[in-house]
């Protein structure tokens, strides 16, 4: 078998495996939904979120078509140091999880509400996930440039700085209350 074919036949095989993943948590998600309907309990997320969270979307995907608009062009004027279509792929899904978590935090629309102190923990581990994947990739030569891990760094400090300006504003917000 080529070296093609054995790429292409893994390829598929990723995405099988990713599709079926992903299927069955939409199944089950789909289900739960129902189940909570007919027990007549309120939706995760009120309406409010839902917005922040549909704006954070497309915040993250702007910022993900200018970046691969920027990517291409560099990519195109021959800069080495943007490494090859792997480091492209975890730095695009490092920015647009970062835009997206942070606009979400910064909104209140990044956890329901029912688990709203966690966010910021979930935050982090999601964050602490996505550079075990870029460890992984960078340790076994499929990365080679520490581009990812700059993305990585500048979604931790993006993450730390609104998380407190969140908290900020919710303590001006308390005292402004408390003051009434």
């Known amino acids: 078998m080529s070296e093609n074919m054995q790429f292409i036949l893994m390829l598929g095989i990723l995405i099988f495996i990713f599709g079926a993943y992903f299927a069955a948590l939409a199944i089950a998600g789909w289900y739960d939904k129902k189940e909570r309907e007919k027990r007549g309990e309120l ?91 870029f460890n992984t990739f960078h340790s076994s030569g499929i990365i080679k440039t520490l581009l990812p891990f700059i993305f990585w760094c500048a979604d931790a400090l993006l993450l730390i700085v609104v998380i407190v300006y969140k908290r900020r504003k919710d303590k001006q917000v308390e005292k402004e209350c408390d003051d009434l």
């Open 43 to 133: 939706p995760m997320f009120d309406e409010r979120q839902r917005l922040a969270r549909l704006r954070a979307g497309n915040h993250a995907l702007y910022a993900l078509i200018v970046f691969l608009i920027l990517w291409t062009a560099l990519d195109q004027l021959g800069y080495d140091w943007l490494g090859d279509s792997w480091s492209m792929l975890l730095c695009a899904l490092l920015l647009a999880w970062g835009i997206w978590a942070a606009d979400c935090i910064r909104n209140d629309g990044f956890i329901s509400w029912k688990h709203k102190g966690m966010s910021n923990a979930y935050a982090f581990s999601v964050l602490a996930i996505l550079i075990k994947l």
